[in-house]
């Protein structure tokens, strides 16, 4: 059994260049036994790597911005702290880590 396995895990894209190795970090916590993976964008990095990639990839609406509101009402970022275990943050640029 792995580590992975049942868990809820958000994977938070930043805009770098590296940002297309965020679908493999997806694909890998899929292939490990992740319960479910969705994406979280940063406006910018939409601009290296498009929401359909993700979309595609997870079989989810991505998030792009964290203050919308969901179906429900729940402002977005409160409905993903409620219902994901694990955030990555990838990749996580010095800009970010500011």
Same mark, same amino acid.
């Given at each position: 059994?792995? !580590? /992975? &396995?049942?868990?809820?895990?958000? +994977?938070?894209? #930043?805009?770098?260049?590296?940002?297309?190795?965020?679908? =493999? +970090?997806?694909?890998?916590?899929?292939? %490990?036994? @992740?319960?479910?993976?969705?994406?979280?964008?940063?406006? &910018? *990095?939409?601009? /290296? !790597? #498009?929401? %359909? #990639? /993700?979309? &595609? %990839? #997870?079989?989810?609406? !991505?998030?792009? =911005?964290?203050?919308?509101? =969901?179906?429900?009402?729940?402002?977005?970022?409160?409905?993903?702290?409620?219902? /994901?275990?694990?955030? +990555?943050? !990838?990749?996580?640029? @010095?800009?970010?880590? *500011?």
């Amino acid at each position: 059994m792995s !580590v /992975f &396995s049942n868990l809820n895990i958000l +994977v938070a894209v #930043t805009g770098g260049i590296a940002a297309y190795k965020a679908c =493999d +970090v997806i694909r890998q916590c899929q292939k %490990l036994g @992740a319960h479910r993976v969705k994406a979280l964008l940063s406006p &910018s *990095a939409a601009k /290296f !790597v #498009t929401p %359909l #990639t /993700f979309e &595609s %990839l #997870t079989r989810e609406a !991505v998030m792009i =911005d964290p203050f919308e509101n =969901d179906a429900h009402g729940t402002p977005t970022h409160i409905a993903a702290a409620q219902q /994901f275990d694990v955030m +990555v943050v !990838v990749p996580a640029t @010095a800009n970010t880590l *500011a």
